[in-house]
T-cell receptor, first 114, second 118 residues
Framework: AQKITQTQPGMFVQEKEAVTLDCTYDTSDPSYGLFWYKQPSSGEMIFLIYQGSYDQQNATEGRYSLNFQKARKSANLVISASQLGDSAMYFCAMREGDAGKSTFGDGTTLTVKP | DSGVTQTPKHLITATGQRVTLRCSPRSGDLSVYWYQQSLDQGLQFLIQYYNGEERAKGNILERFSAQQFPDLHSELNLSSLELGDSALYFC????FGQGAGSRTDTQYFGPGTRLTVL
């Protein structure tokens, strides 16, 4: 079974509007971390936001927030006030177990329209 | 700029050849990870080192090997290259690299090395 599922291969959003990118995960480990990364067309992977499984509040980092619903095993990324520079591929990732390696979803390509 | 450096940025080589990719982690990070990103397989974890010791192994082929040196930089060696090895190879680093991590133990990625095997 896929550990990280991103069901939206592509998304479009109008500039200045908010957009939600979906991510569901599968783990039996009570301790895990969820991450979102942005990959622009230039190729680099940019860390956006982190949510720990024991965190009581949803994580926020500037215009990025994470809608964490533990019972549903979902960790959706919300980008507020979209900008043209937000156009990129977005990856959801999870860390679990003893080692610190991350498992990544297939990504969602976000296009922001002017 | 994540603080993780990778060289070279691009590499073009022929099948059967051997190449070495180099990574310097962020200052203070002890853990280094290698990932491969290809169109058909997505982003796959290859191997992790922590303070010079191998900590975890993922989908790394036997033709590939890695090591982390006393100064904490890491090298990924790819040998007997095949066309299917063409991919973007990322190095990432984090402070500890254990378990679920934390905001302070986030993995930061280098710019990647794009390998093209002809």
């Amino acid at each position: 079974a896929q550990k990280i599922t991103q069901t939206q291969p592509g998304m479009f959003v109008q500039e200045k509007e908010a957009v939600t990118l979906d991510c569901t995960y599968d783990t039996s480990d009570p301790s895990y971390g969820l991450f979102w990364y942005k990959q622009p067309s230039s190729g680099e992977m940019i860390f956006l936001i982190y949510q720990g499984s024991y965190d009581q509040q949803n994580a926020t980092e500037g215009r990025y927030s994470l809608n964490f619903q533990k019972a549903r095993k979902s960790a959706n990324l919300v980008i507020s006030a979209s900008q043209l520079g937000d156009s990129a591929m977005y990856f959801c990732a999870m860390r679990e177990g003893d080692a610190g390696k991350s498992t990544f979803g297939d990504g969602t390509t976000l296009t922001v329209k002017p | 700029d994540s603080g993780v450096t990778q060289t070279p940025k691009h590499l073009i080589t022929a099948t059967g050849q051997r190449v070495t990719l180099r990574c310097s982690p962020r200052s203070g990070d002890l853990s280094v990870y290698w990932y491969q990103q290809s169109l058909d397989q997505g982003l796959q974890f290859l191997i992790q080192y922590y303070n010079g010791e191998e900590r975890a192994k993922g989908n790394i082929l036997e033709r590939f090997s890695a090591q982390q040196f006393p100064d904490l930089h890491s090298e990924l060696n790819l040998s007997s290259l095949e066309l299917g090895d063409s991919a973007l190879y990322f190095c990432a680093s984090s402070v500890f690299g254990q378990g679920a991590g934390s905001r302070t133990d986030t993995q930061y990625f280098g710019p990647g090395t794009r390998l093209t095997v002809l």
